[in-house]
């Protein structure tokens, strides 16, 4: 599985972006896919996951401004990123788990930077 994620960037804080997530490959094996990120110095965290049946998960510090979307037939996930704060400054990076066969185990994009300016 092959990840390639767009849409990072810079923006002032209350501002909104989108991040994109496209997989490529053996894509039929994925089952949940999410955004994590990493900001300087500290360890990477979920941001937000969807499983194949559409199921969401995001962390408490993005519930209610951060939406995780999937298109299945596109092999494509989004975050929609609104009410953007400077402590949401980080590395993203997009994570697609292949659960169970031989190409089981995670994987992950290159990250995009995401800075919020205040």
């Known amino acids: 599985v092959q990840l390639v994620e767009s849409g990072g960037g810079l923006v002032q804080a209350g501002g909104s972006l989108r991040l994109s997530c496209a997989a490529s490959?053996?894509?039929?094996?994925?089952?949940?896919m999410g955004w994590y990120r990493q900001a300087p110095g500290n360890q990477r965290e979920l941001v937000a996951t969807?499983?194949?049946?559409?199921?969401?998960n995001y962390a408490n510090s993005v519930k209610g401004r951060f939406t995780i979307s999937r298109d299945n037939a596109k092999n494509t996930v989004y975050l929609q990123m609104n009410s953007l704060k400077p402590e949401d400054t980080a590395v993203y990076y997009c994570?697609?788990?292949?659960?169970?066969?031989?190409?089981?185990?995670?994987?992950w994009g290159q990250g995009t930077q995401v800075t919020v300016s205040s």
């Open positions: 994570n697609a788990n292949v659960p169970y066969g031989r190409y089981r185990g995670d994987y």
């Open positions: 490959g053996i894509t039929f094996s994925i089952n949940a």
């Open positions: 969807i499983n194949s049946g559409g199921s969401t």
